[in-house]
């Protein structure tokens, strides 16, 4: 067992629970560091059990070795899952009440016979998660560097003519070219009025003259992601777009320089939103300022109006206002910051704004 | 509302309910035609409300037009959902078992107050979604065309010192190039041992003269998928390799002229898996013979030894048998195919094997 497996036991104690079934993806993989993908993982002091099907068994052999038992799904998993609960002797089992589909649940609980209780739990392994260490923070910023690299690289495509879609096929192929499994999402490359809408769907769309683009991209390195945002101007742009750049940028640096350990993430995001308000533009930003960033590209902390979270050393998060005019334009500017010991780092410094 | 909001009402009817929450994507955007992401959507006879955030209203507002009213999130979601239930008077609210997690059921039932009861259900628009229209043929048949000529772009590319990500990146650039939105799945290159895995994550590994290489992608086109593997031989390929492609390619021969309108789906796995048990090979052919494609990348029907569906003229499934030899390599070979009122019709049927 490792040390992360040894400190959810610990938080299993505590709850009183003698065991933990995990069903999220990125809580197995940081379980495990092993890429998970559609399998189930029983934690409990008696032992560790990975249930996994045909597509993954062998897979899995050779990177779960003195972690867990890897069982292969032949038949019903929600009856295998229960027998080795009852075999192990579990009394009280957590599940993930935020991932565990209700049918799941059921089948489960039925095949518990009563024996073992399914007890409802939320974001005990992400809690664990939210710090990161050493070598996680290490892989963010490899991320960051290829993304880094990528929006210098795709300065040089974007031009009048050139299409949404065709922007993103680039930034597809170099950040594989440069050490990306994956993009973190889906990229969205938003040009004039597109860039209103905070999620455009990169589309077809040809960039025009005298607008601006919008890119939102992040990659999937060894499984840790990055996620920048930045906007790019063609040609001359209008003295209002100007205006809300320089808006949008100042409410960052606002937001920016009132991280410290300690600080509530709520207080930050308000920062923003009140230099925002008095230039008139709150309404205008409608998503929160910021969310953490690591195994998955939104996990905690969140950093919104009615975000409870505390920054805390370790912790790597996105800061990125945005104002949205419909049918004209939008801007975001997004980087990502590690909360240290003294205040924060930003982890994407290095480019340009 | 639209026909296919209509013959939901009328299933929803026999069942007893007078409403709906849907939950899964994809089941959201066939019902609207629009490509919905974080979003619910509440159906009922007495009108369909659409629950989405700030960051896609704007965009729903355009394309949801005459099919739903939009509301905008802003606090709890779930206190939201069961207020508007509450408001249209429902008593019995169907919900997608297998989607909604325990958490969101939880929550969800208890602003309900025991007004309105929450009834489990399972596939009710994922058996709609089966039988595919013109239109949507249409698409599958666009993506299938993109697929396919990745293909023949990427066999250019295939040769010895290229990396497996390398390939993918290749990939991921042309298919955006020729009017693909999106990969539909990740991409797999698989080359030597590793395409003894099915499902491996394509790597730094170069490509090795007298091996196989595996590559199993598929395309979103307008949202529909398409989903196809070939196996690539470099330099001298030894008997074995020989010998296990010729019997994955008859296994393959033997399932697609056994399907008809009115087969069953396990039959139709069992002659595939059959043939491969003659010849010694079942055991290292692990998965499913094929499964539904449409908005999903797997949908229904399952052609499995278990499936229980019956294929019907309008579906379109994938044909995929597999031999897997842990430690040396691995063959699939992956069509699509659109069952017909006479048979079925191998839509990726040019494309080389």
Do not use: W
Request: charged fraction near 25%; aromatic fraction near 8%.
């Amino acid at each position: 067992m490792n040390q992360r497996i040894i400190k959810l036991l610990g938080i299993l104690e505590e709850y009183k629970l003698d065991g933990m079934l995990v069903s999220l993806p990125a809580n197995i993989t940081y379980l495990t560091k092993y890429r998970s993908r559609d399998s189930y993982l029983l934690i409990s002091k008696r032992g560790n059990i990975y249930f996994t099907d045909s597509r993954y068994n062998e897979e899995a052999k050779l990177h779960l070795k003195g972690i867990a038992s890897i069982v292969k799904i032949n038949g019903s998993l929600f009856k295998l899952i229960a027998k080795y609960c009852l075999d192990l002797g579990l009394k009280r089992l957590g599940f993930e009440e935020r991932y565990l589909p209700y049918a799941e649940h059921q089948k489960i609980n039925s095949h518990l016979r009563k024996k073992v209780a399914l007890i409802p739990t939320h974001s005990l392994i992400e809690k664990i998660r939210q710090l990161k260490d050493n070598q996680e923070i290490e892989k963010i910023k490899q991320a960051l560097q290829i993304t880094a690299a990528a929006f210098e690289f795709i300065k040089k495509v974007i031009s009048p003519g050139v299409r949404e879609i065709e922007i993103d096929a680039e930034i597809e192929r170099f950040i594989r070219y440069n050490g990306a499994d994956n993009p973190a999402f889906d990229i969205i490359v938003a040009s004039g009025p597109n860039s209103a809408y905070p999620h455009h769907i990169t589309s077809q769309r040809k960039l025009e003259n005298n607008e601006l683009v919008l890119i939102d991209m992040g990659v999937d390195y060894l499984g840790y992601k990055s996620d920048l945002t930045r906007v790019f101007f063609l040609g001359k742009i209008n003295s209002l777009a100007q205006e809300i750049y320089t808006l949008t940028k100042k409410a960052q640096e606002k937001a920016l320089k009132s991280i410290y350990p300690g600080a509530k993430a709520s207080e930050v995001d308000r920062v923003a939103r009140e230099f925002l308000a008095k230039k008139g533009y709150a309404k205008f930003f409608g998503h929160n300022l910021g969310h953490g960033v690591g195994l998955e590209i939104h996990e905690e902390p969140r950093l919104s109006p009615k975000s409870e979270d505390i920054l805390t050393s370790g912790m790597v998060v996105t800061v990125e206002p945005g104002i949205y005019l419909t049918g004209k334009f939008g801007v975001r500017i997004e980087d990502m910051v590690l909360i240290t010991n003294k205040g924060c780092e930003v982890l994407s410094g290095s480019l340009d704004k």
